[in-house]
T-cell receptor, first 115, second 113 residues
């Protein structure tokens, strides 16, 4: 079975631009979470979506937004990119509510570089 | 979610058991212990999780002390491919809908030939 897939794998943008990152969860998983990992640090939680609704939000500015589609795939959008947004963006999926102790499974991320 | 404390780095000889400790002295009764690892340039990989009983799967064993204030991840026969950063995370496992994982800096395990 396919794991969590993310696209693109690498992306280069300039300051002020916006970016859309995509994530397809493991088949049967209804919850998707997004994390940002800056070089040398552990991943930091951005959003969690379940059944197309936002269920959790980390300490990130409003420039960051996300949505989940009826097929449970998800997009992360970042507007007005800053140099500090350069990071590995990770998507994780899990079965979701009712299976809450079940683990999240991560994709290999999108490496975003801001010039 | 409870905070965890892990050593910054550890070394292990190839073929030997790797024992990675984690302290979580403020863990609550409904919080699970999860272990992930991250190999360079890849996403975190789930290893194992548990509440209070010891757990074993094809990758590793998880030993949780009786008071649940600490745990140890055991890789029984470490290989060079087990070199990675290992994260111990404590998280509420039931109730609510916020399933965020709070990562610390983890332990860099280096398996030497």
């Amino acid at each position: 079975d396919a794991g969590v897939t993310q696209s693109p794998t690498h992306l280069i943008k300039t300051r002020g631009q916006h970016v859309t990152l995509r994530c397809s969860p493991i088949s049967g998983h209804k919850s998707v979470s997004w994390y940002q990992q800056v070089l040398g640090q552990g991943p930091q939680f951005i959003f969690q979506y379940y059944e197309k609704e936002e269920r959790g939000r980390g300490n990130f500015p409003d420039r960051f937004s996300a949505r989940q589609f009826p097929n449970y795939s998800s997009e992360l959008n970042v507007n007005a990119l800053l140099l500090g947004d350069s990071a590995l963006y990770l998507c994780a999926s899990s079965l979701g509510q009712g299976y809450s102790n079940q683990p999240q499974h991560f994709g290999d991320g999108t490496r975003l570089s801001i010039l | 979610d409870a905070k965890t404390t892990q050593p910054t780095s550890m070394d292990c000889a190839e073929g030997r058991a790797a024992n990675l400790p984690c302290n979580h002295s403020t863990i609550s009764g409904n919080e699970y212990v999860y272990w992930y690892r991250q190999i360079h340039s890849q996403g975190p990989q789930y290893i194992i999780h548990g509440l209070k009983n010891n757990e074993t799967n094809e990758m590793a064993s998880l030993i949780i002390t009786e008071d649940r204030k600490s745990s140890t991840l055991i890789l029984p026969h470490a290989t060079l491919r087990d070199t990675a950063v290992y994260y111990c995370i404590v998280r509420v496992g039931s109730g609510g809908s916020n399933y965020k994982l709070t990562f610390g800096k983890g332990t860099l395990l280096t398996v030497n030939p």
